[in-house]
């Protein structure tokens, strides 16, 4: 996973962009990704790229941001994942809520 060295406080505003990669697709993954983002009141989406990852697009408070990263990790009970990569960006509150996008 790349992750740049940033601050963890909780109520710092930051965006990132995530890939995930593995068994991602076809297993709730999206889904998974969506109420646990939904849960640490982030927004941003979820969508499958054609390569097989995952990418999703997420804002909200730094340390939400970390948690649900740690969730990517896990998965579903039938996903694999292999790596995820993330891309912290300034943030541009640029969604009203989470959603996955198909």
């Known amino acids: 996973m790349q992750e740049i060295s940033l601050s963890k406080r ?5 965006s990132a962009r995530i890939l995930v990669e593995g068994r991602v697709q076809g297993v709730g993954f999206r889904n998974y990704t969506l109420q646990n983002a939904m ?3 982030l ?3 979820a969508r499958n790229l054609t390569d097989g990852q995952v990418e999703i697009e ?5 340390g939400n941001i970390h948690l649900l990263i740690e969730c990517l990790w896990k998965g579903p009970p039938r996903a694999v994942v ?3 990569d993330v891309v912290w960006k ?4 640029g969604f009203d809520r989470f ?3 198909d």
């Open 10 to 14: 909780t109520g710092e505003a930051a």
């Open 39 to 41: 849960g640490l009141q």
């Open 43 to 45: 927004r941003g989406y």
């Open 58 to 62: 997420v804002e909200g408070e730094r």
């Open 82 to 84: 292999a790596n995820v």
């Open 90 to 93: 300034a943030p541009s509150s």
């Open 99 to 101: 959603s996955i996008i």
